[in-house]
């Protein structure tokens, strides 16, 4: 039986490492992530974990206490945010290289510089690249529930690759929400066990963990990372499907919002999701056909599933929580154009950033958007594809 | 029992041969020097920080570790570590590991003094049982011999090269070892080859064998580095704590204690004269860099007297 609750997302994180009782969470202090090691603390000092909780003296140390325990055969944690996340960046790289299944609760906050302390994704879209996988919550509820999947789907013997689990700072760690919470016993037993086949200890052999690896190999290797990498995708969806019959709420790649005959759409990561689908409904009560596309999982990138739900769409705009400073971008964009290229009648698509460093976007702010879209699908003229969306001056705005 | 070199050296070696140091490499002594100090039987976990002793002992598809053996990055081998360690302690808490193990970890001066500084820190602050082991070959050698906080002053290094206008590394060598005292740990000491390695062994074994935090910083003299030639590395390490440029020495809980006073202290550049990276000091009118040196050493020790005397 669910249990209902009022937490935050970042309480919800911590009840679920309270009941999964990871063996090792080490973790450093940063906003907006921080209320995490401080619940778990409070776990530990209150005898309901066994977990070895290392109070490390930086993230890059959280991350490598991580990547040493999980090479013990132990299930290790971690969480942390924006400049905590790139201090790891060495590190995450030789986590998912040594093939280390070790589980992190991103609450994502923008990059410094300058330092700011608000919500977007530049700090786990900066790690995009680093072998991770990465799957994003609109809401306290989502996040509970992908962490509940993600040791599960990241410890599968196809893929033995870290994950990151990410939430929206503040919007989602900090606001009290309405929960369903599993029960202890019922998560434990979903969730199962952890035993690594090879370990530092505990086994048969000795292990040798981290080689210089040579060029005759090494290429091997990360041909094989990139493998798991593709192996995740049906182990998601796996895991999404045990999840719904023992839980009850489903899960997939992304979440189709009145995508069924939508003609202009939104493609987007996170706790927006919430605004455009009430904007969503707005527009359809005016006989507007709007859809919402809400990407869950980003590493690995749903590309053909993305592709054929967008394939009769007619104008698209990708929605960029981050700046890629590539000039022509952000990342979502890059990936969601790219999926699309092979359709035969692929959509328009522009790229709106939007929302850097916690600029507020609201109902409104996304009507303009969908409105922009009918726009293009009337004139068939796409214009910037680019767009920086909601700043101060109106004069740079196009929509 | 009393240390018997003879039995020590019959033990089944643990660090293999066939790894790629340079002959003479005191990396590699130092390797097996800490393995033979582990007590037959005894299993352990040893994590190696990037340097040359990493990309020389473990190339894929091969390892020189008869142990288990974990590297991961330059400067985090200490929280590597650290990670192990707590893991083992969920395991064996939660009833799913039965058997005991010693941490290790093993890093060059520039993975220990400098850029994993912070890491060893944190880990030793915060009471791991574990042994960190420094081979302090005074620069970076893997990368071809740039200097670290450990090369001495006036020793010529790839980043502080000899010219018209400079004589070498202008700044001291940073005192880890004291450092580390003052973090307080169960027991810190320095050591280097000397004689029978009767001194190298029994602080390794102590040291693993120390519960909590323990630190041994070993002076492991480079051939390529130094520019000496290799058969002389019993020489300069004997060389080393004759003339007090690197004292043996515990600190026990606290306690400083002197594992060996020269009869005679012999002047710094009987230490220095040996190695091609302080030529320069003896060429006319730079006399007074190895005044300096002198000095330096003098002073160094002093202080390590005044404070074991005061133990
Ligand atoms: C973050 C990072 N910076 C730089 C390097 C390049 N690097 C590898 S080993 C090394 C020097 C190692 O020096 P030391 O720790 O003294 O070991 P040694 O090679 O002298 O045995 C350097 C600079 C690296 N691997 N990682
Ligand atoms: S360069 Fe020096 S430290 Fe490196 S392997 Fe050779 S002798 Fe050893
Ligand atoms: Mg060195």
């Not at chain 1, 769409?313 to 990936?335: H, I, N, Q, R, T």
């Not at chain 1, 996304?366 to 922009?372: D, M, S």
């Not at chain 2, 011999?145 to 002053?153: A, E, K, L, N, V």
């Not at chain 2, 710094?268 to 007074?288: A, D």
Request: hydrophobic fraction near 40%.
């Amino acid at each position: 039986m669910s249990i209902r609750e009022r937490l935050s997302g970042n309480e919800a994180i911590a009840t679920a490492m309270r009941q999964i009782d990871p063996d090792v969470f080490a973790a450093f202090p940063i906003t907006p992530s921080t209320e995490i090691p401080q619940y778990f603390a409070q776990y530990v000092a209150d005898g309901k974990v066994g977990t070895e909780y290392v109070t490390v003296e930086s993230e890059h140390s959280s991350m490598s206490t991580c990547i040493g325990a999980a090479a013990a055969g132990a299930r290790a944690v971690t969480a942390t945010s924006s400049a905590g996340l790139a201090f790891m960046y060495e590190v995450l790289y030789v986590a998912a290289s040594s093939r280390l299944p070790i589980t992190l609760a991103c609450v994502n906050r923008t990059l410094t510089g300058p330092i700011n302390i608000n919500n977007d994704h530049s700090d786990s879209m900066g790690a995009r690249d680093a072998g991770w996988l990465q799957i994003y919550a609109e809401n306290n509820q989502e996040a509970y529930d992908n962490y509940l999947q993600a040791m599960r789907i990241s410890e599968h013997p196809s893929v033995r690759l870290p994950i990151m689990i990410c939430q929206d700072g503040f919007i989602t760690s900090h606001a009290v929400e309405n929960i369903l919470l599993e029960e202890d016993a019922a998560v434990k037993k979903f969730v199962g066990e952890y035993r690594p086949e090879h370990a530092l200890v505990g086994r048969d052999h000795p292990l040798a963990v981290g080689p210089y690896d040579s060029c005759p190999f090494c290429m091997e290797h990360k041909v094989m990372q990139a493998e798991a990498m593709k192996n995740a995708k049906k182990v998601i969806l796996d895991v999404a499907a045990d999840f719904e019959k023992t839980f009850g709420r489903k899960y997939g790649f992304f979440e189709e919002y009145r995508m069924e005959d939508a003609e202009v759409a939104l493609v987007l990561i996170g706790s927006t999701a919430g605004t455009a689908k009430a904007c969503v409904e707005k527009l359809r009560a005016q006989g507007v056909k709007a859809g919402l596309v809400k990407i869950r999982v980003f590493r690995p990138f749903p590309m053909e599933e993305l592709a054929q739900a967008l394939k009769n769409v007619k104008a698209v705009a990708v929605m960029d929580k981050s700046e890629g400073y590539s000039g022509c971008g952000g990342p979502l964009f890059a990936e969601t154009r790219s999926a699309c290229y092979d359709l035969p009648d692929p959509p328009k698509m522009i790229d709106v950033v939007y929302g850097l460093a916690g600029r507020d976007c609201a109902v409104e702010d996304i009507e303009k958007v969908y409105r922009h879209l009918l726009r293009i699908m009337e004139t068939g003229d796409v214009g910037p594809r680019y767009i920086h969306f909601g700043q101060r001056s109106n004069q740079q705005e196009v929509l | 029992m009393a240390y018997n070199h003879k039995v020590e050296l019959s033990k089944p070696e643990r660090f293999a041969p066939g790894h790629r140091l340079c002959a003479g490499c005191g990396a590699g002594i130092v390797c097996r020097g800490i393995t033979r100090a582990l007590d037959e039987g005894d299993k352990a976990v040893i994590c190696n920080a990037t340097g040359c002793l990493e990309v020389s002992s473990f190339l894929y598809p091969y390892t020189a570790w008869e142990d288990s053996y974990i590297h991961s990055a330059f400067e985090n081998a200490s929280a590597v570590c650290g990670g192990v360690e707590a893991a083992c302690k969920a395991l064996q808490k939660k009833g799913r590991l039965n058997e005991e193990y010693k941490f290790i970890t093993i890093g060059g001066d520039g993975g220990t003094y400098d850029i994993g500084f912070q890491s060893l820190s944190g880990a030793m602050e915060r009471g791991h049982d574990m042994v960190y082991f420094c081979y302090d070959n005074e620069a970076y050698m893997n990368t071809g011999i740039q200097r670290s906080s450990s090369t001495p002053r006036f020793a010529n290094a790839t980043t502080t090269p000899v010219g018209t206008e400079s004589l070498g590394k202008k700044q001291e060598k940073k005192d880890l070892t004291v450092i580390m005292a003052a973090h307080n740990i169960p027991y810190v000491a320095q050591t280097t080859f000397i004689g029978n390695f009767k001194d190298f062994h029994e602080k390794a074994h102590r040291a693993i064998y120390t519960p909590g935090p323990a630190f041994v910083n070993v002076m492991a003299p480079c051939p390529r580095g130094w520019q000496y030639s290799a058969e002389l590395l019993p020489q300069i390490c004997k060389m080393a704590v004759e003339t007090c440029v690197w004292p043996l020495y515990e600190v026990v809980e606290g306690k400083w204690m002197l594992s060996y006073e020269p009869k005679k202290k012999l002047p710094v550049e009987e230490f220095m004269r040996l190695q091609g990276r302080f030529k320069h000091c003896f060429k006319p009118g730079n006399e007074w860099t190895i005044e300096a040196a002198q000095d330096y050493v003098d002073r160094k020790w002093a202080e390590l007297l005044a404070r074991c005397s005061q133990s």
